[in-house]
């Protein structure tokens, strides 16, 4: 039973990592300035967390393959190698020196993403979530968003975002179902929900954030390539959650500008 | 330490009618029972919800029998709509969470065994352990009942987050009575965990039996008496939650609801909330209560292993050690489940560190029982089959952590597969097979009878190889970006990925029916098993001393007096390798 045990571990073992290793599943390609990083982080976490698991793993394959009392076995038990004391050691090494390496990497990823502001010249966009939709708005040559006004919000009008149109701020902005950035460019998305708590996620970004009702939460970062991408809910939303999405499309600087010209002409 | 002399402890004597026996009883070993099938129940209901769910995954339009005559409006014609769906998600979450794995390793097991291991008649309130059972028993029902309510379950997950749990049936199905239900059903669960807890505190320090010192207790016992004041400082918070929660419902408040609110067109009349008070209280509890679900399972595998490998269990001292630190870091590291909430970025990388700095003791103690096996005469029951399953597991569910605890990380694994396989197989799997370590160990005792080895076996081969099929893959595809709480796959780049759910449901559907293996020889073993001598596993702690069953008052008028550690393994005396913790005193034996 002993010996089956360690067989039937080392190949979960040996197809799990095989897995991973492959990278059959793995993450879509980077589309953002401050993507490579993450996805080298990830890397660097992986490669410590595989060894201990293949560790520890094999470590039990070979305990249980090997100790297995077999009839009239009087051997003696043996204790391990230096007791307690090296496995403390182990562990405080193992995990410490992965503790202190990650924090180290990590802090300045996301550092870079939320310590450090959008840069002066970043593109503004204001995101509206709601059950289940998402809305952008863009501030028009005054470079102003208008307030949202809740009372004001019209799915009929097709008022999404609560404009009051007496307000000069809001006159020249531009409300789209999609959203559109000119590629190597920062762009500052300041994320809203009307309703209930909401997930921007842009997995080729390497972007997610949730959305509260009541906070405006703002989030930078500079897409790299040319593209269209998905734009997901990820937190629970409601029963429409699952068909909540919309789109980021990347274009080039001579596109969007011709794009945004045609919304503008559209309100 | 010297405990209380055993005059002074309350005493009371056996019941004769079948109700005050069975039902009403305030034996700590029928509520152990009681417990333990109540989590039974859970876990069945709860597993073919999980059934169902998978199913959908995979194949949306399917004909589910039965299910259109439960719900007419949630299946009509028994074709699962996307929110019923999250409905029962829902009661999947909150059943497993609260009812199995809160339930039957402390409450179950912990009631059944933890007085006849420090020596004691009886738990040191057994009314209140009767009242925290059928409290607990009334907090399913309630549960159980959004089942059947009109609307069905609410479909805002076990988590609740507001403004969807809070606003009331505009938000969508099941938010209306199934969440009033959901709230009630859980402030009560509350209530029967804080009783217990108390219980469980008073019973290890005040009625341990003579000799019984804090540091001769099985392993176990600290486990139970750990996760004892986890709950009571974490139920405690949500239960405050929960009130808050139903008076945002009932009542007008504004706790958890910011002003502005436009939900389905209707401006709801709220004001000065924040749904993110609502994450702080709940994770507050929800951090904890991982640990509350897992340390007794950790108490029941340093147990099983070391009774099995025929060895002290390496390292007691800093087993206890170990517990003792997770219990404390348990309650700095909710914000690790809100890096992306809105919450200060600041406070999130502030969370991740005792988040990361929580697997030392975690990976010590994994590295300890790696060490108890090591060089032991392992005998493999199936009880030993599912300790030795539980390192493997709880290893590969714990690795899961160290990629979810860095926050620039979580911006990409938050909310994805990942982190479904992650808890599953860390909180989930290892503690469910904690429990059914226990249960292959205590049933003889329980019940008189043996549990069939052979059924065992074929039970823990399956469920072993079955919970690496489903849930190892949801890291994979965690790692291409699918979104959890997804009735369906709308968007085209996930498209590539359906077989691999098809792959996890088919394996859930194997796993799930390897469990009427177990659930057969559960019941069949009970009325028709072997009967079992007094102490069949060669244990040496106090619930070996006795016989199986135990009488009524657990020694037989008897005051157990204790001499030796828990873990005398593998030293020679009388022609046995072991030393009961209860024999009388002599020369140290040579190993």
């Keep these: ?267 | 330490m010297e405990s209380m002399p055993m005059e002074v402890q309350h005493h009371h004597t056996a019941p004769t009618s079948f109700i005050r026996k069975y039902v009403f009883s305030v034996d700590h070993k029928v509520i152990g029972k009681q417990y333990y099938f109540l989590a039974i129940f859970s876990v069945f209901v709860g597993m073919v919800l999980s059934w169902l769910v998978r199913i959908h995954l995979v194949w949306p339009n399917i004909h589910i029998w039965g299910l259109g005559v439960l719900s007419p409006t949630g299946a009509p014609g028994g074709v699962m709509s996307p929110d019923y769906y999250l409905s029962l998600l829902t009661v999947h979450g909150t059943l497993m969470v609260f009812f199995v794995l809160t339930t039957a390793p402390q409450a179950g097991f912990g009631n059944y065994a933890l007085p006849i291991q420090i020596g004691a008649e009886d738990m040191a309130f057994p009314v209140l352990n009767m009242l925290s059972f059928w409290v607990t028993f009334l907090a399913l029902c309630a549960l159980v009942a959004t089942l059947f309510v009109k609307d069905g379950p609410p479909i805002s997950g076990w988590t609740a987050y507001p403004p969807l749990s809070a606003v009331g049936s505009d938000a969508g199905p099941g938010l209306g009575m199934g969440q009033n239900l959901w709230a009630v059903s859980i402030a009560l669960f509350c209530v029967g965990s804080l009783l217990g807890a108390l219980n469980f505190i008073v019973t290890t320090v005040d009625l341990r039996c003579k000799g019984m010192t804090l540091m001769r207790m099985p392993l176990t016992c600290w486990a139970w008496l750990i996760t004892a004041i986890l709950s009571l400082l974490s139920f405690a918070v949500l239960f405050a939650a929960c009130v808050l929660l139903f008076l945002d419902r009932n009542a007008g408040t504004s706790f958890f609801l910011p002003a502005g609110l436009l939900v389905n067109g209707k401006l709801q009349n709220h004001s000065g909330g924040s749904p993110l008070l609502w994450q702080h209280l709940f994770w507050f509890f929800g951090h904890p209560e991982v640990y509350i679900a897992i340390v007794p399972g950790f108490g029941v595998i340093s147990h099983v292993l070391s009774v099995f490998s025929r060895k002290p269990v390496l390292g007691y001292k800093v087993i206890v050690g170990c517990l003792l630190s997770i219990g404390f870091l348990s309650f700095t590291v909710w914000g690790h489940h809100m890096f992306l909430s809105g919450m200060s970025p600041y406070s999130g990388f502030l969370f991740s560190i005792p988040t990361l700095i929580i697997t030392i003791p975690a990976t010590i103690v994994s590295l300890l029982w790696l060490g108890t096996v090591y060089g032991g005469r392992l005998r493999f029951t199936t009880s030993m089959m599912f300790g030795l399953g539980f390192i493997s597991v709880f290893v590969t569910g714990g690795l899961g952590g160290m990629f979810l605890a860095q926050p620039s990380l979580d911006i990409f694994l938050h909310g994805t597969y990942f982190v479904v396989g992650h808890f599953h197989m860390v909180m989930g799997v290892a503690a469910i097979f904690g429990m059914f370590a226990g249960t292959y160990f205590w049933f003889p005792k329980m019940f008189g009878r043996m549990l069939n080895e052979k059924l065992g076996k074929v039970h823990f081969w399956i469920t072993f190889v079955g919970v690496y099929c489903i849930f190892m893959p949801m890291h994979f595809i965690g790692l291409e970006g699918m979104p959890r709480r997804y009735s369906s796959f709308v968007n085209d780049a996930m498209q590539p990925l359906m077989p691999v759910h098809t792959f996890m449901t088919i394996a859930a559907l194997t796993t799930g029916a390897a469990q009427f293996i177990f659930f057969f020889n559960l019941f069949w073993s009970m009325y028709k098993g072997a009967k079992a001598p007094d102490n069949p596993w060669e244990s040496t702690t106090l619930e070996w001393t006795v016989p199986s069953p135990p009488p009524f008052d657990n020694f037989g008028g008897k005051h157990p007096v204790v001499s030796y550690d828990a873990y005398e393994y593998g030293v020679t005396r009388n022609g046995k390798d072991y030393i009961m913790q209860t024999d009388p005193p002599g020369q140290p034996a040579s190993s």
């Design chain 1, 1 to 267: 039973m002993g010996k089956a045990f360690g067989v039937v571990l080392t190949i979960i073992t040996t197809i799990s990592v095989a897995i991973f290793v492959s990278r059959h599943w793995w993450f879509p390609e980077v589309a953002s300035a401050h993507g490579g990083a993450m996805d080298h982080q990830f890397v660097e976490t992986f490669v410590g967390a595989a060894i201990g698991f293949i560790l520890a793993q094999l470590a039990l394959a070979v305990f249980a393959w090997k100790y297995g009392e077999q009839k009239g076995d009087n051997r003696p038990i043996r204790i391990f190698p230096g007791g307690v004391k090296w496995l403390l050691v182990l562990a405080f090494v193992y995990v410490g020196s992965e503790i202190i390496l990650l924090e180290f990497v990590g802090q300045k990823v996301w550092a870079a993403m939320y310590f450090t502001p959008p840069a002066t010249d970043s593109l503004q966009v204001q995101v509206l979530a709601g059950q289940f939709a998402f809305y952008f708005r863009y501030p028009g040559p005054d470079g102003k968003f208008g307030p949202i006004h809740a009372d004001k919000i019209d799915e009929a009008s097709a008022n999404f975002f609560g404009i009051d149109p007496s307000d000069p701020a809001s006159k020249d902005d531009i409300v789209t179902a999609e959203l559109a950035v000119p590629v190597n460019k920062p762009v500052e998305l300041l994320l809203n929900s009307k309703d209930m708590d909401h997930g921007f996620y842009l997995r080729e970004m390497r972007v997610q954030q949730d959305m509260l009702p009541g906070m405006q939460i703002p989030i930078h970062f500079t897409p790299t390539k040319i593209g269209k991408y998905d734009i997901a809910c990820n937190q629970l939303c409601g029963l429409g959650h699952y068909n909540m999405r919309a789109f980021l499309e990347v274009m080039s600087e001579e596109d969007y500008q011709k794009w945004i010209v045609q919304q503008a002409s559209l309100q």
